[in-house]
C-alpha cells in the first residue's frame, strides 16, 4: 500500500495536524469529547450540527448498528448557541463548527456566533432525516449557493457537506462553488431504513434515516471522484472510511483529506491506527495521488 509523508496539511482553509478528520454528529457533542479525539490521534474535528434554536431529535429508537452500518435519525438535536461555551477550551486547535438552518439567514446568525471561535464551518446541506433542513435544502442549488454565501462572506473556512441523494451532486458542488465554498465534504448520509419482521414496524422511531458505514463507501468514492472533475476547490472524502486502504482509496478518486464518522463506534483509536499505517517517514507527498485515478 501507498505511505504518505508525515505532517500538517492545509484543506479549505483549515490547518489539520494529519489527513483524518473525526466527522460531525460522532463525539462532537462536548469541548471534552472533541478534545478527546484530538487526544487520540484526529487531525481535526468537526461538531455535532448546531442550528439557530434548540432541538430535542427524533423520538427513539434513534440508531440502530447492522452488520454492514449504522443507520440512524436523530432528527439535529443540539443546544444551539449554548454550545459556543464549549469551544473555549479548544481556541486555536483544528476545530470546525458543523452548523444548519432553514434559510441563508439562519446560517449566517448561526455562523456569526461562533466567528473567531472555530477553524471554520461546515455547512450540513445535506442530513437526510431532518424535515425543513440538510438535504430539504441542499438539493437546490440555488438555496445551496445563497446559504453558503451566507457564510463565506463572512471571512472564515466554509466547507459544504453534501447529500448523495440527488440526481447530479456535481451540480450541487458547483452551485457551493460559486457561493464562495473554500471545500466540498462528500457525502452524507443515504435514505435508508430497515423494518423488523418480528414487530411489524421499522425499526427507527423516525420510520426513516440515513445510512453510514462500509456499506456506503463505494457510494462515497463515486461522488468525490465525480466532484473531483467538476468543481476546482478541494474535496473532502466521507462515507465508511475504516483503514488506511480506504483513506488511499478516497484520496485517488480525489480528496485531500478524509472525514471518519461510523468506525468510531467501534474503536475509538480508530485515528491513530488508521495513522500507523498510512504514514512513514519515507513516505510520499499526498499531491502525487490525490485524483491519480483520472488520469
Same mark, same amino acid.
Given at each position: 500500500?501507498?505511505?504518505?509523508?508525515?505532517?500538517?496539511?492545509?484543506?479549505?482553509?483549515?490547518?489539520?495536524?494529519? !489527513?483524518?478528520? %473525526?466527522?460531525?454528529?460522532?463525539?462532537?457533542?462536548?469541548?471534552?469529547?472533541?478534545s478527546r479525539m484530538l487526544t487520540?490521534?484526529?487531525?481535526?474535528?468537526?461538531?455535532?450540527?448546531?442550528?439557530?434554536?434548540?432541538?430535542?431529535? !427524533?423520538?427513539?429508537?434513534?440508531?440502530?448498528?447492522? @452488520?454492514?452500518?449504522?443507520?440512524?435519525?436523530?432528527?439535529?438535536?443540539?443546544?444551539?448557541?449554548?454550545?459556543?461555551? @464549549? %469551544?473555549?477550551?479548544?481556541?486555536?486547535?483544528?476545530?470546525?463548527?458543523?452548523?444548519?438552518?432553514?434559510?441563508? @439567514?439562519?446560517?449566517? @446568525?448561526?455562523?456569526?456566533?461562533?466567528?473567531?471561535? /472555530? /477553524?471554520?464551518?461546515? %455547512?450540513?446541506?445535506?442530513?437526510? !432525516?431532518?424535515?425543513?433542513?440538510?438535504?430539504?435544502?441542499?438539493?437546490?442549488?440555488?438555496?445551496?449557493?445563497a446559504c453558503t454565501r451566507a457564510?463565506?462572506?463572512?471571512?472564515?473556512?466554509?466547507?459544504?457537506? %453534501?447529500?448523495?441523494?440527488?440526481?447530479?451532486?456535481?451540480?450541487?458542488?458547483?452551485?457551493?462553488?460559486?457561493?464562495?465554498?473554500?471545500?466540498?465534504?462528500?457525502?452524507?448520509?443515504?435514505?435508508?431504513?430497515?423494518?423488523?419482521?418480528?414487530?411489524?414496524?421499522?425499526?427507527?422511531?423516525?420510520?426513516?434515516?440515513?445510512?453510514?458505514?462500509?456499506?456506503?463507501?463505494?457510494?462515497?468514492?463515486?461522488?468525490?471522484?465525480?466532484?473531483?472533475?467538476?468543481?476546482?476547490?478541494?474535496?473532502?472524502?466521507?462515507?465508511?472510511?475504516?483503514?488506511?486502504?480506504?483513506?488511499?482509496?478516497?484520496?485517488?478518486?480525489?480528496?485531500?483529506?478524509?472525514?471518519?464518522?461510523?468506525?468510531?463506534?467501534?474503536?475509538v483509536t480508530i485515528f491513530s491506527?488508521?495513522?500507523?499505517?498510512?504514514?512513514?517517514?519515507?513516505?510520499?507527498?499526498?499531491?502525487?495521488?490525490?485524483?491519480?485515478? !483520472?488520469?
Open positions: 500500500m501507498v505511505a504518505l509523508r508525515p505532517g500538517k496539511v492545509t484543506v479549505g482553509g483549515v490547518t489539520l495536524e494529519n !489527513h483524518l478528520l %473525526l466527522a460531525a454528529g460522532v463525539l462532537g457533542t462536548t469541548g471534552a469529547s472533541l487520540l490521534g484526529a487531525g481535526g474535528v468537526v461538531t455535532k450540527s448546531i442550528g439557530p434554536a434548540p432541538k430535542d431529535g !427524533h423520538a427513539g429508537p434513534c440508531l440502530v448498528v447492522l @452488520e454492514d452500518g449504522i443507520l440512524n435519525a436523530m432528527g439535529l438535536p443540539n443546544p444551539s448557541k449554548e454550545f459556543v461555551d @464549549e %469551544l473555549a477550551p479548544l481556541a486555536k486547535k483544528p476545530v470546525v463548527v458543523s452548523i444548519f438552518g432553514g434559510t441563508p @439567514e439562519e446560517f449566517g @446568525e448561526v455562523a456569526g456566533w461562533f466567528t473567531g471561535k /472555530a /477553524a471554520g464551518f461546515e %455547512l450540513n446541506l445535506s442530513c437526510p !432525516h431532518a424535515e425543513g433542513y440538510g438535504a430539504a435544502i441542499g438539493s437546490d442549488p440555488g438555496l445551496v449557493e457564510v463565506s462572506r463572512l471571512g472564515a473556512p466554509t466547507w459544504v457537506k %453534501l447529500t448523495p441523494n440527488v440526481t447530479d451532486i456535481t451540480a450541487i458542488g458547483k452551485a457551493a462553488e460559486r457561493g464562495g465554498a473554500t471545500a466540498i465534504v462528500a457525502i452524507n448520509t443515504v435514505k435508508a431504513m430497515r423494518i423488523s419482521t418480528g414487530l411489524r414496524r421499522p425499526v427507527l422511531g423516525n420510520r426513516f434515516g440515513g445510512l453510514s458505514g462500509s456499506a456506503i463507501f463505494p457510494v462515497a468514492v463515486r461522488c468525490v471522484y465525480d466532484l473531483y472533475e467538476a468543481v476546482k476547490i478541494p474535496i473532502i472524502g466521507c462515507g465508511g472510511i475504516a483503514s488506511a486502504d480506504n483513506v488511499v482509496e478516497m484520496m485517488m478518486a480525489g480528496a485531500r483529506a478524509v472525514e471518519i464518522g461510523s468506525a468510531v463506534q467501534g474503536d491506527k488508521i495513522a500507523g499505517k498510512l504514514y512513514a517517514k519515507d513516505g510520499i507527498s499526498a499531491d502525487e495521488i490525490v485524483g491519480c485515478a !483520472h488520469a
